[in-house]
């Protein structure tokens, strides 16, 4: 710590911070627009300008830029004393920006707008013409007006820096400074959308927003959690005339951070589908019409059909939602809505983070780690978060270069101009190249069941006394020495695998390199990745049980209730459909219309996460609540609601008190007797418009305010926001900070963690430091065939957000991914289509990096239901074949390496 | 690969033997291909005139640089040339001194005997006329450079000639 004085003030400061960092953690308003607080300093904007005098006489100092000064020791700073200086530059920057206010979406929220009040630069002189610029068509999720650019550099250095996007960035100079793609076309980064934040200005803007925009300030939101996979992105959705009009990342320090993928932002407005089922039906028989039922009777009906009922959970339904199902049926009847060899990974998941001596790796955790394994999990397509935490780590290398010569932490500039490409180790071993091969010392191509062979032999190799594999080659011998080396000589090893390869043993051999890299106090890092957003959750619902739905399938109930699951995308279609034929009645819960609710005698209209509040856990076993942003229709209610007659709070302290491991859920919301002076936390900000008349035309009277389930916020503007360090921070605000940059408010420091907390409960206790083994497997795979593995896209592979218009826009149909030689085999031509053995024909791409004999087979898009693979299919030349309306082949972007790229 | 996926995307131009044998030439004197981004450029403006996408995109797979790097280098750089020019490029000053000593006056008489604005090039694709800050020859005031030659001392008749020599050439 340092001491200095800033206006004759005296303050403590953390000298490894720049001092941008400390006049924001100790509350001073000063301007700055190219900091960043993940990406550091790179002093281009000059708008964080303050004096430093030499020393006590010194009466004039000299200017420095506060994002790059290092505080020292006794210095003496002035913030007043630059502000004119800070008045011109932006000045300055402003002459070319349009006056675009009222026009612009990033208006209300503009950190630019902010900054250029907070400079006193109220007054326009500068009355020439300005340069104008294209603007470019970037796909589906991003705006793109050049004029509003101030230069400040940050979405460069976001894109390409950062997030490692390579088809963006400056172009010209001066005047003509332009930032964009070198051509027209879609942003390729998964990652796109968080331009949308880290812009000051309105350049990039959500565009699928822009379809239905409201102002900030007219949103009505809530603290929510993504629905998009098992990482559980902390999210803000904003809501207006009873639709979702946007996504915006609400900070976790140890979850997302500031950044989101491009599904959590823009693959939720499934809520606004038309394929909603908007009501609650039923009918008599298989083949006669739904008719509409009034919410009581459809209730009443559920009650009644759950009696000897078999219920099938979810793991996209929250905590309390399967818990209700649970009740109602009772234990014995309840089963889990995932495969058995799903049900099974996540239960040896559970078993891992619990019994064996590792850490488990939350995206702060992956952040900083300096040698990662990443075991048969395509991270950007199944867990896009982590990927892009993965891709931090790398440059844990670089910083350590840095320190090693002094340098600060935060001089972005100079830390990136002595790594240049020097990274920290990451290895990948999977069946097919992943969009880090750009950053990975070795992707090594090779199935799962072969790839955690290799796992368990670097086990072996780092403590002898795991157990030892036979039956590799020389070559793979000689990796496994070497990863096992380089995760030994790290300071914090990682290890990457999860469910989505569906072979288990690539867990056993992830659970045994950790457990072997295990010695003294150090534990390594262990992620294991689960498939949907309360994947975890159900398996803890579980409690061990291996009771998933192929027993459910095979109980022999008459009477089957369904809770928000499509059964198709579980098991096999034929099997599926002789289940729900030899049921008398199938009762559905869901928001979507899908194959099973189309089937079903009676439809429950179940809210989305956007109209019901729950706990969901994610991979990690972090539970997280999510408050309902807007009351839904009067014929919409939430699962947990539609199964139980209890109040919300009681279902959530039921579940806790009843499921081993699951207490602390009750402690992820203040609780409904929360008030602040009596008042609860407003949904909508106190500027709030059109309150009285939004209804008008329906009707004059204002409606009472309802109550929501959790009892902590209220749909209403009245009420005390979260200001500065309450537990349920809303969209966050303070005077003078409009923009999402306020969040340094509410952080403990700038940047750091939120006052507070409020980053949910780790449910999984370890505090083991045992070392036991799985033993290696000695399956050895053989069919007649080509092998099947599944190949996953993070746009079009999940269920819910493939319903989201933008999203399909990025998607593509059904495809199979072969070999070079494999095509040639086939005899196959750009124009012909792959007969896939009983499932119909889809096209097919070629990847160089595949190993022949093995077919990559797309997961969940349209075309093909991979749930009917076999493990090994024949494939042959489809005739007479036409590429489907949905094929979209620019869309598989499956490596940053050319050579691999698809076009 | 390519002959089995169909593709509608632009494509690379095949560099010439001479270009390739000059860009590997530069590559020797860089630890990083990136950094070889502008020579290579240079080297297929010397050869072609300018860079088209053609030429950008086969420079990028070349040195397996992304093309929205090489865009940034060769639009951050005036003389890298990203739309065709003739034959002959004329910088003319227009800086300071070449502006005190008529410059205006200069341009305006290039654009009466040629018919191009700064930025255009004449229909026979001799000519293109291109203004530049300070060509470091100021005592010689006004100053332009055709190609490489610097011409200094300039008067309307001066560049009369000037253009009609570079015509004959032609
Ligand atoms: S586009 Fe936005 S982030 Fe990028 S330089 Fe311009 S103002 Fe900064
Ligand atoms: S990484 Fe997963 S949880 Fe996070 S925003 Fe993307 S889909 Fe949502
Ligand atoms: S924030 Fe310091 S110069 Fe931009
Ligand atoms: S101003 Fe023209 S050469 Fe210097």
């Known amino acids: 710590m340092a001491s200095i004085t800033i206006d004759g003030k005296v303050f403590e400061v953390d000298e490894k911070n720049n001092l941008l960092q400390e006049c924001l953690s100790h509350a001073m308003d000063l301007p700055y627009f190219c900091w960043h607080p993940?990406?550091?300093?790179?002093?281009?904007?000059?708008?964080?300008?303050?004096?430093?005098?030499?020393?006590?006489?010194?009466?004039?100092?000299?200017?420095?830029?506060?994002?790059?000064?290092?505080?020292?020791?006794?210095?003496?700073?002035?913030?007043?004393?630059?502000?004119?200086?800070?008045?011109?530059?932006?000045?300055?920057?402003?002459?070319?920006?349009?006056?675009?206010?009222?026009?612009?979406?990033?208006?209300?929220?503009?950190?630019?707008?902010?900054?250029?009040?907070?400079?006193?630069?109220?007054?326009?002189?500068?009355?020439?013409?300005?340069?104008?610029?294209?603007?470019?068509?970037?796909?589906?999720?991003?705006?793109?007006?050049?004029?509003?650019?101030?230069?400040?550099?940050?979405?460069?250095?976001?894109?390409?820096?950062?997030?490692?996007?390579?088809?963006?960035?400056?172009?010209?100079?001066?005047?003509?400074?332009?930032?964009?793609?070198?051509?027209?076309?879609?942003?390729?980064?998964?990652?796109?959308?968080?331009?949308?934040?880290?812009?000051?200005?309105?350049?990039?803007?959500?565009?699928?927003?822009?379809?239905?925009?409201?102002?900030?300030?007219?949103?009505?939101?809530?603290?929510?959690?993504?629905?998009?996979?098992?990482?559980?992105?902390?999210?803000?959705?904003?809501?207006?005339?009873?639709?979702?009009?946007?996504?915006?990342?609400?900070?976790?320090?140890?979850?997302?951070?500031?950044?989101?993928?491009?599904?959590?932002?823009?693959?939720?407005?499934?809520?606004?589908?038309?394929?909603?089922?908007?009501?609650?039906?039923?009918?008599?028989?298989?083949?006669?019409?739904?008719?509409?039922?009034?919410?009581?009777?459809?209730?009443?009906?559920?009650?009644?059909?759950?009696?000897?009922?078999?219920?099938?959970?979810?793991?996209?339904?929250?905590?309390?939602?399967?818990?209700?199902?649970?009740?109602?049926?009772?234990?014995?009847?309840?089963?889990?809505?995932?495969?058995?060899?799903?049900?099974?990974?996540?239960?040896?998941?559970?078993?891992?983070?619990?019994?064996?001596?590792?850490?488990?790796?939350?995206?702060?955790?992956?952040?900083?780690?300096?040698?990662?394994?990443?075991?048969?999990?395509?991270?950007?397509?199944?867990?896009?978060?982590?990927?892009?935490?993965?891709?931090?780590?790398?440059?844990?290398?670089?910083?350590?270069?840095?320190?090693?010569?002094?340098?600060?932490?935060?001089?972005?500039?100079?830390?990136?101009?002595?790594?240049?490409?020097?990274?920290?180790?990451?290895?990948?071993?999977?069946?097919?190249?992943?969009?880090?091969?750009?950053?990975?010392?070795?992707?090594?191509?090779?199935?799962?069941?072969?790839?955690?062979?290799?796992?368990?032999?670097?086990?072996?190799?780092?403590?002898?006394?795991?157990?030892?594999?036979?039956?590799?080659?020389?070559?793979?011998?000689?990796?496994?020495?070497?990863?096992?080396?380089?995760?030994?000589?790290?300071?914090?090893?990682?290890?990457?695998?999860?469910?989505?390869?569906?072979?288990?043993?690539?867990?056993?051999?992830?659970?045994?390199?950790?457990?072997?890299?295990?010695?003294?106090?150090?534990?390594?890092?262990?992620?294991?990745?689960?498939?949907?957003?309360?994947?975890?959750?159900?398996?803890?619902?579980?409690?061990?049980?291996?009771?998933?739905?192929?027993?459910?399938?095979?109980?022999?109930?008459?009477?089957?209730?369904?809770?928000?699951?499509?059964?198709?995308?579980?098991?096999?279609?034929?099997?599926?459909?002789?289940?729900?034929?030899?049921?008398?009645?199938?009762?559905?819960?869901?928001?979507?219309?899908?194959?099973?609710?189309?089937?079903a005698n009676l439809v429950l209209a179940a809210a989305t996460f956007a109209e019901s509040s729950g706990t969901f856990v994610n991979y990690e076993g972090r539970a997280q609540h999510y408050y309902s942003t807007f009351k839904p229709d009067s014929n919409i209610r939430s699962s947990a609601l539609w199964l139980s007659d209890k109040h919300f709070n009681e279902i959530t302290a039921d579940c806790a008190a009843a499921i081993a491991n699951c207490a602390a859920i009750l402690e992820l919301t203040p609780g409904e007797n929360y008030n602040f002076a009596g008042l609860k936390v407003p949904r909508q900000h106190h500027r709030y418009s059109g309150r009285t008349s939004m209804r008008a035309n329906i009707n004059v009277h204002e409606p009472k305010q309802e109550q929501d389930e959790d009892g902590v916020m209220v749909y209403s503007m009245e009420g005390v926001p979260a200001i500065k360090d309450a537990a349920v921070l809303n969209s966050p605000w303070v005077p003078g900070w409009n923009s999402n940059q306020s969040i340094f408010k509410f952080q403990e420091f700038a940047g750091g963690p939120l006052k507070q907390g409020s980053k949910g409960q780790r449910l999984i206790a370890n505090n083991s430091t045992e070392k036991t083994w799985y033993e290696a497997g000695t399956s050895d795979f053989s069919a007649e065939g080509y092998k099947v593995f599944p190949v996953y896209h993070l746009f079009g592979s999940e269920e819910l957000s493939a319903y989201t218009p933008a999203i399909q826009e990025k998607a593509t149909s059904a495809y199979v991914s072969l070999s070079p030689e494999d095509a040639e085999k086939l005899g196959l031509k750009a124009s012909d289509g792959v007969q896939v053995e009983h499932n119909g024909a889809v096209p097919f791409v070629v990847r160089k990096a595949i190993q022949p004999g093995t077919v990559g087979v797309s997961v969940g898009l349209k075309g093909l239901n991979f749930q009917d693979m076999s493990a090994a299919i024949a494939l042959d030349k489809a005739a007479e074949w036409k590429n489907p309306d949905l094929w979209r082949a620019a869309n598989i972007i499956v490596s940053d390496k050319r050579e691999e790229r698809v076009d | 690969m390519n002959n089995i996926i169909a593709s509608t995307a632009l494509k690379a131009r095949q560099l010439t033997d001479e270009e390739i044998h000059e860009i590997e030439h530069e590559k020797t004197h860089y630890p990083y291909a990136q950094a070889v981004g502008l020579e290579a450029l240079k080297i297929v403006q010397k050869y072609q005139g300018w860079v088209s996408d053609e030429s950008l995109l086969a420079v990028s797979e070349y040195l397996d640089i992304p093309p929205d790097d090489l865009e940034g280098v060769a639009t951050f750089f005036n003389m890298i040339f990203r739309r065709p020019v003739g034959k002959n490029v004329i910088l003319l000053c227009d800086s300071v001194a070449c502006w005190m000593l008529g410059c205006d006056d200069l341009k305006a008489h290039i654009t009466s005997v040629l018919g191009i604005e700064y930025g255009e090039t004449t229909e026979d694709n001799l000519f293109t006329l291109i203004p530049v800050p300070c060509l470091g020859d100021c005592d010689r005031a006004p100053s332009m450079m055709v190609g490489r030659e610097l011409y200094r001392n300039l008067t309307n008749e001066k560049i009369d000639q000037i253009i009609a020599d570079y015509k004959a050439k032609a």
């Open chain 1, 38 to 599: 993940s990406m550091g300093s790179v002093g281009s904007c000059r708008q964080c300008a303050v004096v430093e005098y030499a020393n006590e006489e010194d009466q004039k100092g000299r200017l420095v830029m506060a994002c790059m000064t290092e505080p020292r020791e006794g210095a003496r700073y002035s913030i007043a004393a630059a502000a004119k200086f800070r008045a011109q530059a932006i000045e300055s920057i402003m002459i070319n920006h349009p006056h675009d206010c009222p026009v612009c979406e990033e208006g209300g929220e503009c950190h630019l707008q902010d900054m250029t009040v907070m400079s006193g630069h109220t007054y326009r002189r500068y009355d020439g013409k300005k340069k104008t610029h294209n603007n470019q068509y970037l796909g589906p999720f991003i705006n793109h007006e050049m004029n509003r650019c101030i230069t400040c550099y940050r979405c460069v250095r976001y894109y390409k820096d950062y997030a490692g996007g390579t088809d963006f960035g400056p172009q010209a100079s001066h005047d003509n400074t332009y930032f964009g793609r070198w051509q027209e076309g879609p942003l390729e980064s998964e990652f796109s959308g968080n331009l949308v934040e880290v812009c000051p200005t309105g350049v990039f803007t959500d565009k699928p927003f822009s379809k239905h925009y409201s102002r900030k300030w007219d949103l009505q939101s809530s603290p929510s959690i993504c629905t998009g996979c098992s990482v559980g992105c902390n999210t803000n959705p904003g809501e207006r005339y009873g639709t979702l009009r946007r996504i915006v990342n609400r900070f976790n320090d140890e979850v997302n951070g500031y950044f989101l993928c491009d599904k959590g932002r823009f693959g939720a407005e499934y809520v606004n589908s038309p394929e909603r089922i908007p009501v609650s039906m039923t009918r008599d028989s298989h083949n006669s019409d739904p008719v509409q039922i009034e919410p009581a009777l459809a209730k009443d009906a559920l009650k009644k059909a759950a009696k000897g009922a078999v219920a099938i959970g979810s793991p996209r339904a929250s905590m309390e939602a399967n818990y209700a199902l649970r009740e109602l049926v009772g234990e014995e009847n309840f089963y889990a809505g995932i495969s058995a060899n799903e049900l099974g990974m996540l239960n040896k998941i559970i078993d891992i983070y619990q019994n064996k001596p590792v850490n488990v790796a939350s995206v702060k955790d992956i952040e900083g780690s300096d040698a990662v394994l990443i075991l048969g999990e395509d991270l950007t397509n199944t867990a896009a978060r982590l990927a892009l935490g993965v891709r931090q780590s790398a440059k844990n290398l670089g910083r350590q270069m840095g320190a090693d010569l002094n340098f600060p932490i935060w001089h972005d500039a100079a830390i990136r101009q002595l790594a240049m490409d020097k990274l920290s180790p990451l290895y990948i071993l999977s069946p097919h190249t992943t969009r880090l091969d750009d950053i990975a010392h070795t992707s090594h191509i090779s199935s799962a069941e072969n790839s955690a062979k290799i796992g368990m032999a670097i086990a072996h190799a780092i403590d002898a006394s795991a157990p030892a594999v036979e039956g590799l080659n020389k070559e793979e011998q000689a990796l496994a020495l070497e990863i096992a080396e380089t995760l030994k000589s790290a300071k914090q090893a990682l290890i990457i695998s999860g469910t989505s390869s569906l072979e288990p043993a690539l867990l056993d051999a992830a659970s045994n390199i950790a457990t072997a890299l295990h010695s003294g106090n150090s534990k390594a890092n262990l992620a294991l990745v689960c498939s949907e957003s309360n994947s975890m959750g159900l398996a803890l619902m579980m409690q061990g049980s291996g009771k998933s739905i192929d027993e459910a399938m095979s109980a022999g109930a008459k009477t089957a209730i369904v809770l928000e699951n499509d059964l198709y995308r579980r098991a096999a279609s034929a099997k599926v459909d002789a289940f729900i034929n030899s049921l008398d009645q199938l009762v559905v819960l869901d928001h979507l219309k899908n194959r099973t609710g189309e089937q």
